[in-house]
């Protein structure tokens, strides 16, 4: 288990928004965290402190240019997600992805096109995809959230179906959608559904909200779910110190180095 780092950008900016809020309509969505400081910096921040794995997500149009400069700033480190498709998905490795995440284009109508996810593996292999799985709770099953979120699939997150998917990637990205952005701790029932049920390398966020939400995720999802943090970190505007996360991975490492 792992902690993994996120640039989150909106508008162009580094923001942390309340993912619930992010809509089409007229009004701004509720933001926690926005800063002038080039997503470049965090990207370097993360390259500094050997903190692979981490995600750029583009939350809506105007994000390409600053997305592009974090992943020059930290080559292979980061995955990056939000608006890609076969037509532009290399480009971001060229720029620097480690991977691209897809999402809202494997789905069409509220379900899976496998056709597209084909296409999507064409163009880029495998190796290179993450599958984002970002989920809301329904009638006690968990279902896909895609359009920014807005809007509910048909496809739930359990093990028939992660299994079928794990074949067409190489990670899962999932969004606790519900919690994501209020710092109101981590859906843990998800966590462990995850633990359980995923095949492949599997990155929960949303609700984070203490340096003991590691911990707890580590253990929730017997050391296979890592955790991203994100607006509680103190980097982002919150209460979390990035350091003493930054010594938490470093003793994780150790400790698992010695088992």
Not at 59 to 80: C, D, F, H, I, T
Request: charged letters at 25%; a negative charge.
């Amino acid at each position: 288990m792992r902690f993994r780092p996120c640039i989150d950008l909106h508008e162009g900016k580094v923001k942390q928004i309340v993912g619930a809020t992010l809509g089409e309509g007229a009004a701004a969505p509720v933001t926690n965290f926005e800063t002038d400081r080039a997503a470049a910096d965090f990207a370097r921040l993360y390259q500094r402190d050997g903190l692979a794995g981490g995600h750029v997500i583009m939350l809506g149009p105007g994000n390409a240019e600053a997305a592009r400069s974090a992943l020059e700033a930290y080559p292979g480190g980061m995955q990056v997600g939000g608006g890609v498709t076969p037509e532009n998905a290399l480009d971001y490795l060229r720029a620097g992805a480690s991977h691209v995440i897809v999402t809202s284009y494997v789905f069409s109508e509220g379900r899976v096109d496998y056709d597209n996810l084909k296409r999507v593996v064409d163009a880029v292999g495998r190796e290179r995809l993450v599958l984002d799985l970002s989920c809301l709770p329904r009638d006690g099953l968990y279902y896909v959230a895609t359009d920014r979120w807005q809007r509910l699939t048909d496809l739930t997150v359990d093990a028939a179906n992660l299994e079928r998917l794990a074949g067409s990637c190489d990670e899962f990205l999932v969004h606790a959608v519900a919690v994501e952005g209020q710092r109101s701790g981590v859906d843990q029932d998800l966590v462990r559904l995850l633990g359980e049920a995923s095949p492949l390398p599997t990155t929960y966020a949303g609700g984070a909200s203490s340096i003991e939400d590691l911990d707890l995720v580590r253990d929730l999802g017997g050391g296979r779910v890592d955790l991203t943090i994100g607006s509680a970190l103190d980097i982002f505007g919150g209460d979390v110190p990035y350091d003493a996360v930054v010594a938490w991975q470093r003793a994780e490492e150790a400790r698992q180095g010695d088992a």
